[in-house]
């Protein structure tokens, strides 16, 4: 079975640590570099924390650092949902591992130049990396099979009345990777808010491997959800797709992403109807089958070390 090149963008960030051991252990995937972005916490934390499931999983994926701070607006982070570090609640082991000197939108064109196939691009964090790179390198739309993400919502948001945090960090960069003209999917919260780990699951989750007792132990600093309800795997379910895109019901809408909103900037305007006349730019995941989806990760974990 030949395996799918990606990149992942990332801001580790708890939810990014179940989709990063999912792209490092399914057989499917072939992750040939992680970049980092400001999001859930800083950069240089999301940094650190990426660099350090690497070592707890003794990984050599390349790594690049990306932005510090969204293409025109301030910062603000999700220390509340993640914890402070990004990534609260487990002791990992000191390391000298480091990123280079290189940023991570400068990384992912050397990477796209240097496939022989089209590469597909995984965001799951904001896409401030995204939109330098196609800023910096337009031509690199032809070497990118198609962009899947976790971000946006067809319907109500999870850090503003109307907008999805990945997006609400930055609508300046997403706006510009949906005019990209890039092949879209888009999981946002219509099935991410569903793709829960049972509390059942999680209790099991210390005696699975090393992985488990590692993510058991983040999971009581995670806030989307709770260990004794159940917690929502946003991020996961963009590795998901990649492996398993039967789990998912996509529907190809036009979507624009507001950015001059006062109270509404962030929300991706995803318009089902086609009520604004405009051709698709993305296929939006509207459903998700939970029990196979819950099945795939189970089955995935238990591949870790
Ligand atoms: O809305 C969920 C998204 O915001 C996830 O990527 C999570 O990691 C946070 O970044
Ligand atoms: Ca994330």
Known sequence: MSRLPIILDTD??????????????????DLQLITTVAGNVSVEKTTRNALQLLHFWQQDVPLAQGAATPLVRP???A????????????????????APDIPAFQAIYNCLLASETPVTLVTIGPLTNIALLLTHYPDCVTRIKRLVMMGGSAGRGNFTPNAEFNIAIDPEAAARVFQS??????????????????????????????????????????????????????????????VKPEMFTLKPC???????????????VVDLEGRLNQPANAQVALEIDVPAFQQWVAQTLALAP
């Open 12 to 29: 580790p960030g708890i939810d990014d640590a179940v989709a990063l051991a999912a792209a490092l252990f399914s057989p499917a995937l």
């Open 75 to 77: 910062l603000r982070d």
């Open 79 to 98: 220390a509340c949902v993640h914890g402070e570090s990004g990534m609260e609640g487990y002791n990992f082991v000191a390391h000298d591992r480091l």
């Open 181 to 242: 003209g890039l092949e879209i999917i888009m999981c946002g919260l219509d099935v991410t808010n569903k793709a829960m780990l049972t509390p059942e699951y999680l209790a099991a989750l210390p005696t699975l491997n090393r992985t488990g007792a590692m993510l058991h132990a983040l999971f009581s600093h995670y806030r989307s959800g709770s260990l004794s309800t159940g917690l929502r795997m946003h991020d996961l379910c963009a590795i998901a797709w990649l």
């Open 254 to 268: 036009f979507v624009a992403v507001e950015t001059q909103g006062e109270y509404t900037s962030g929300a991706t």
